[in-house]
């Protein structure tokens, strides 16, 4: 199966590791200003797929329509996401042949939201 891997967090680098061989491509949100000297920082699921060789996307915006259509160019079959940060549009949805798989660490709806591991416990 041909994936796009949709993640941003820590909690998603797991999930891209054990798909990594049938991923096209990884995107995720684009370095942050961290630390004392603001320096950009890439996200941890970047900085692990680089580790991989994979290549890494960083848009800012994955509702743009050029965007849109990088994925669609790629002919993946599902698009996985993990704590990516960004809610998916219904047209990137739709520009993998099997739609989207949101893997989410808590169980929904009882614990969704910004801090769902905090609330379980």
Do not use: W
């Not at 990088?70 to 002919?75: A, G, K, P, T, W």
């Amino acid at each position: 199966m041909r994936l796009v891997f949709f993640g941003t967090s820590s909690f998603a680098v797991p999930a891209m590791q054990a798909v990594s061989d049938s991923v096209l491509q990884v995107i995720s949100q684009p370095p942050k200003p961290q630390g004392r000297n603001r320096q950009l920082i890439p996200s941890p699921v970047a900085i692990a797929a680089e580790k991989l060789e994979l290549p890494v996307s960083t848009p800012l915006n994955c509702k743009a329509p050029e965007f849109v259509q990088f994925i669609r160019s790629l002919n993946a079959d599902a698009l996985l996401v993990a704590a990516y940060g960004q809610i998916l549009p219904q047209s990137l949805l739709q520009s993998a042949l099997r739609g989207g798989i949101n893997i989410h660490a808590s169980v929904l709806p009882k614990y969704r939201g910004a801090a769902p591991i905090q609330r379980a416990i």
